[in-house]
Every structure is written in structure tokens, then in C-alpha cells.
């Protein structure tokens, strides 16, 4: 079975929240609502350091539905509605949704909410509508530092795709050209090691989702 996922290269977001603003206009997300919010992590001084400028670091952290292996939501879901796909992604069948919210109580992220108008949880669906058609999800897509790539986690990060643009696309820069030509994570960032690589906090639920850090403090929890 697939299991799909996101991989973001921290050293590359710049926290312009494109990926939200992507989310939000495909999904139909209510202003205040958000399936993806990207914190700001630091400035905090550098370990050795002074404690004054430049001797601190930060990053952007773009938090989502983490499409966990074993997640806690779908344990606690009564109707069956938060459930586990074929493809690996955690969705939410709106029709069994009773809005008790206890999926959102479960969540070690806090990625989940109800929607006020129609009594249902909503959250991150990993775009299945656009993956469904072989298209990568908006919030990779729109990334603007090409700092996020999506994939199956079971054939690696390095296979992880990310759409390109020139010299690759031949100087074409229209959405229909770069969203069909694509560059893998191996190919595109910069290389990194095993102790670059984190995850956010693992309550037992085995989030998918990876981030990538090189030469800074990891303050994401867990790994």
C-alpha cells in the first residue's frame, strides 16, 4: 500500500505561507480556518553563541494533518468517518461525521477543527482530489522556494517530487508547463544526512510527514 506524504526542506521555506494560501483557495477553507499554519521558530541564540545577533538561528514550520501510519483519530472516530485510504492518506467522509470532535481531542497536532456551518470536522485531505489525477497537491505546487515535494514515503524522500521551472521547462513558464514537469528531492536540494531529518512528535500515531534541517536546533519534539 501506498503511503503518501510531504516532505519539506526547512532550510528553503521562507515562511511567505504560499502552501496556505494554495490550501485554502482549492479546498474552499472560511477566512480563520486553516489546514495548514506555518510557525515561526525563533530567532533563539546559537548554541556557544553571544545571545545577540547574528549569533541566532530560525525557521518556518509548516504544521499539517501528518497522514499518520497508525493515527489516534481514526482509533477514536465513533462513526467510522476519519479513516485510512488506500493511498495511505487519513480522510474524513463528511456523510458519517457527527462533529463530536473527539478526532480533533486525539490529534497530537491540533491540525483538526469544526466547521461552524456544516457540523463537520475538516483538515488537511493531502488535495486526494488532484492526487486522484496524478497532479501534485496545490501546496507543493505553489510552494515558491520549492521547499516542499510530495511522494510515497515508502520508496524514499529522494523520489519526492517537486513541479520545475527553467532551464528545465525550456524557459516556459506557465502554470500548465511547470506543473507537468517535475524534479525529485534528490535532485534539487542540498544534500543532508539522517540526523538532518525529523518528524514531529510521535505519540504511538507515526506521522508521515518529514522535515529536513540542516545546521540548525531542531524544536519541532520528537523525531
Not at 530567532?43 to 538561528?57: A, H, I, L, M, R
Not at 493531502?126 to 514515503?153: H, M, N, T
Not at 512528535?201 to 519534539?221: C, E, H, K, M
Amino acid at each position: 500500500m501506498a503511503r503518501y506524504a510531504i516532505v519539506t526542506d526547512l532550510n528553503r521555506c521562507v515562511g511567505c505561507q504560499a502552501c496556505s494560501a494554495a490550501c485554502k483557495t482549492i479546498n474552499g477553507v472560511m477566512p480563520g480556518d486553516f489546514w495548514i499554519k506555518t510557525l515561526r521558530i525563533g530567532p533563539t541564540p546559537k548554541e556557544g553563541g553571544s545571545g545577540d545577533w547574528p549569533d541566532v538561528e530560525m525557521y518556518f514550520l509548516p504544521i499539517q494533518c501528518q497522514h499518520c501510519e497508525d493515527p489516534e483519530c481514526v482509533k477514536v472516530c465513533p462513526t467510522q468517518a476519519s479513516h485510512v485510504t488506500e493511498d495511505g492518506t487519513v480522510q474524513i467522509d463528511k456523510d458519517k461525521c457527527i462533529g463530536c470532535q473527539f478526532c480533533a481531542m486525539a490529534c497530537p497536532y491540533g491540525v483538526r477543527y469544526l466547521n461552524e456551518e456544516e457540523r463537520v470536522v475538516e483538515k488537511c485531505t493531502l488535495c486526494e482530489q488532484k492526487i486522484a489525477q496524478d497532479e501534485l497537491p496545490p501546496c507543493v505546487a505553489q510552494c515558491s522556494a520549492r521547499a516542499r515535494f510530495f511522494g510515497d514515503i515508502e520508496k524514499g524522500v529522494g523520489t519526492f517530487e517537486a513541479p520545475w521551472v527553467v532551464p528545465v521547462t525550456g524557459g516556459d513558464v506557465s502554470y500548465e508547463k511547470q506543473s507537468k514537469t517535475r524534479i525529485t528531492l534528490e535532485e534539487c536540494v542540498q544534500p543532508f544526512s539522517e540526523s538532518d531529518v525529523h518528524h514531529l512528535p510521535n505519540a504511538g500515531n507515526d506521522p508521515s510527514f518529514v522535515y529536513i534541517l540542516r545546521n540548525r536546533t531542531w524544536q519541532g519534539g520528537g523525531e
